[in-house]
Each structure stands twice: as structure tokens, then as C-alpha cells.
């Protein structure tokens, strides 16, 4: 059964930097794009970030492009956000989810979700 584990989130002042981790377990990253979502208190989930399964695509939310970069390493079987110039309107729960070869604008083409990992974006 696939697996995927988020970690990383935490208290951050603004413009601060964090940088979460989703380490996946019984799929590969070859073969699944792997997209980072967040939702605050009260408002939809959102995709934050997305990468293809060749790596060779990516996308952001407009209001993160220039702050936040999605990377991984495939040894380590392992996908990283790494979010720069924090802001309060940042802080949700973000999540790492995988979807077969392509990003997907639709979150219920995911098929295997994390549990989350919380980041509050606080002076």
C-alpha cells in the first residue's frame, strides 16, 4: 500500500524559510507526479506546487511562483518544498499527494494522500 509521509512544518516569522519533505513508500517517483497542496481553516484545498513523474514539468500557485520550489530525489525517494518569504496568509496544513505520470488540476485524479503537516506563518 502506497505511503506518503509529510514533515518539515513548523512556527516560521514572516518572511521566513521552511522546507517540507514527503517521503513516499510503495510507488515510485518515476512513475507518479507528486503534488503539494495546502488548506488553511475554513477555505478549500488548494495545489500549492505539482511535478511530473519525469521531473521535467512543474507548476505553481500564482501567489507562490518566485517563493516556494518543489524538487526531489528519487534515491531518497523523497519530494521537498522548499517555501521562501513566508507569509501569514501561508499558514495551512500542506499535504503531499501522488497521481499517475502527470499533474492534475483536479485534486480527486490523487490517489494516495499524506496526513499533512501543519506550518503557521507568525511573528
Known amino acids: 500500500q502506497p505511503q506518503l509521509v509529510e514533515s518539515g512544518g513548523g512556527l516560521v516569522q514572516p518572511g521566513g524559510f521552511l522546507t517540507l519533505s514527503c517521503t513516499v513508500s510503495?510507488?515510485?517517483?518515476?512513475?507518479?507526479?507528486i503534488g503539494w497542496f495546502r488548506q488553511a481553516p475554513g477555505k478549500e484545498r488548494e495545489v500549492v506546487s505539482c511535478?511530473?513523474?519525469?521531473?521535467?514539468?512543474?507548476n505553481y500557485l500564482n501567489s507562490v511562483k518566485d517563493r516556494f520550489t518543489i524538487s526531489r530525489d528519487i534515491g531518497k525517494n523523497t519530494v521537498y518544498l522548499r517555501m521562501g518569504s513566508l507569509k501569514p496568509e501561508d499558514t495551512a496544513v500542506y499535504y503531499c499527494?501522488?497521481?499517475?505520470?502527470?499533474?492534475?488540476?483536479?485534486?480527486?485524479?490523487?490517489?494516495?494522500w499524506g496526513r499533512g503537516t501543519q506550518v503557521t506563518v507568525s511573528s
Open positions: 510503495g510507488l515510485s517517483l518515476d512513475e507518479y507526479a
Open positions: 511535478m511530473s513523474a519525469t521531473g521535467a514539468s512543474t
Open positions: 499527494a501522488a497521481t499517475l505520470v502527470i499533474c492534475e488540476s483536479d485534486l480527486s485524479e490523487y490517489e494516495h
